[in-house]
Nanobody, 120 residues
């Protein structure tokens, strides 16, 4: 079982920035796609970003968030700029061994989640 571990969360004021990181325990194969979701209590899970040979973003974060991976590594970053209070929630790292996007799971792995809090 692949373990994904997030880091970099915390609290920031509106307009500020945070950078999330996620590293996978698996080193014998490269995850085809890695990305991020977020989910607030009582709300549906929301797609944030995914990266494989292309990058894609959820509508609510386009132009503010940037996803990046290290070549050949099971590590992914999420640079979050111009943060808003509505970005406050738990962010989950995701990875898939086969799919080109974490939006279409085939052999899928989740992280434990990390809290991001944006104050107004």
């Amino acid at each position: 079982q692949v373990q994904l571990v997030e880091s970099g969360g915390g609290s920031v004021q509106a307009g500020g920035s945070l950078r999330l990181a996620c590293a996978a325990s698996e080193r014998t194969f490269t995850l085809n796609s890695m990305g991020w979701f977020r989910q607030a209590p009582g709300k549906e899970r929301e797609f944030v970003a995914s990266e494989s040979w292309y990058a894609e973003y959820g509508d609510s974060v386009k132009g503010r968030f940037t996803i990046a991976r290290e070549d050949g590594e099971n590590t992914v970053y999420l640079q979050m700029n111009s943060l808003k209070p509505e970005d406050t929630t738990v962010y989950y790292c995701a990875g898939d061994q086969f799919s080109d996007t974490v939006r279409t799971p085939r052999r899928f792995f989740w992280g434990q989640g990390i809290q991001v809090t944006v104050s107004s």
